[in-house]
């Protein structure tokens, strides 16, 4: 028996469009064992009402990618899946998907692929990398895509930092919330991004969290896709009100996600009381960063 974990993801991280993501400790997990013969797929979490349980499932899918890279060849399967982390949500339930599918398929096989392997597999199958990049590394990530390979830096996280995530009770698909945004954009725009984005960075690698909330400013993406997510303005000013270092909206919405700390002790109990005062749409999970990525367990 296969058992892998595989973490939830935010990418974007307010100006760092397609390139800035982080790996948060909401799990999915993946069983796999070799059988005789045939398919059996199990959900066994309320996603099992919507997901596929056939060869049209994305973990088996990216399995078998895996399998045909590598000539494995099982002669049948039972894939047991756990899903906590929320579906089109903005938290990289796609990603989880691919890369647990991608590392059980490649420990089933001998585990031919290597970690760098796995993560250009995988952002192939995605289509960009911001969020299977932290998915297989863990930690803080940032990642350009070559025409061949990923090439990206991590950062463990440490230093007693928390992700709020803010997760409505609606759903929002990537593609509708990729629509919604301009072919072109002014240059001014794209210099106000790369500025900050490098700011971001630069802050989370050396610890200066002082400087999340000037650099955590967006001019490519949010603007736009408020307009899908009802309160979001609103739920921006009462993060920051409640001390919040900075908030962003997480990969392509609809959760929001505040980068917080372990010393403020209020945020969560005030954000919560907050949020049901305003609108029932909403809850409230403290995150922290995983550092390990995608693993093996026993």
């Known amino acids: 028996m296969i058992n892998v974990r595989v973490p939830a993801t935010s990418a974007n991280m307010g100006p760092g469009f397609d390139c800035l993501g982080v790996a948060l400790q909401l799990y999915n997990y993946v069983s796999v064992e070799e059988t005789d013969s045939g398919l059996q797929i199990d959900i066994v979490d309320s996603s099992s009402?919507?997901?596929?349980?056939?060869?049209?499932?994305?973990?088996?899918?990216?399995?078998?990618?895996?399998?045909?890279?590598?000539g494995y060849r099982p002669r049948g399967l039972h894939i047991?899946?756990?899903?906590?982390?929320?579906?089109?949500?903005?938290?990289?339930?796609?990603?989880?998907?691919?890369?647990?599918?991608?590392?059980?398929?490649?420990?089933?096989?001998?585990n031919p692929l290597s970690r760098d392997d796995i993560l250009n597999?995988?952002?192939?199958?995605?289509?960009?990398?911001?969020?299977?990049?932290?998915?297989?590394?863990?930690?803080?990530?940032v990642n350009v895509c070559?025409?061949?390979?990923i090439s990206y830096v991590k950062q463990p996280l440490h230093g007693g930092l928390r992700f709020a995530a803010i997760i409505p009770e609606?759903?929002?698909a990537t593609k509708k919330s990729r629509s919604i945004l301009p072919s072109f954009v002014p240059h001014r725009d794209a210099v106000y991004n790369a500025g900050?984005?490098?700011?971001?960075?630069?802050?989370?690698?050396?610890?200066?969290?002082?400087?999340?909330?000037?650099?955590i400013g967006d001019r490519l993406h949010q603007n736009y896709r408020k307009r899908l997510i009802p309160h979001m303005d609103?739920?921006?000013?009462?993060?920051?009100?409640?001390?919040?270092?900075?908030?962003?909206?997480?990969?392509?919405?609809?959760?929001?996600?505040?980068?917080?700390?372990?010393?403020?002790?209020?945020?969560?109990?005030?954000?919560?009381?907050?949020?049901?005062?305003?609108?029932?749409?909403?809850?409230?999970?403290?995150?922290e960063p995983d550092n390990e990525g995608a693993v093996e367990i026993n």
């Open 49 to 70: 009402r919507f997901l596929p349980r056939d060869e049209r499932n994305l973990v088996y899918r990216s399995m078998c990618a895996v399998f045909d890279l590598c």
């Open 80 to 110: 047991t899946l756990e899903n906590n982390v929320p579906v089109t949500r903005g938290l990289g339930s796609s990603s989880a998907g691919i890369v647990g599918g991608l590392t059980a398929g490649n420990a089933l096989a001998g």
């Open 121 to 141: 597999l995988a952002a192939r199958i995605e289509g960009h990398a911001d969020n299977v990049t932290p998915a297989v590394m863990g930690g803080f990530t």
């Open 146 to 149: 070559g025409r061949r390979k």
């Open 170 to 172: 609606f759903k929002l």
């Open 196 to 215: 900050h984005s490098a700011l971001l960075a630069a802050s989370l690698v050396s610890g200066d969290y002082e400087n999340i909330r000037a650099a």
């Open 234 to 287: 609103e739920i921006f000013r009462l993060c920051y009100r409640n001390g919040a270092h900075g908030v962003y909206l997480s990969g392509a919405g609809p959760t929001i996600m505040a980068i917080t700390d372990e010393s403020n002790r209020n945020f969560n109990a005030a954000m919560s009381g907050a949020l049901n005062r305003k609108t029932k749409q909403w809850h409230l999970t403290i995150l």
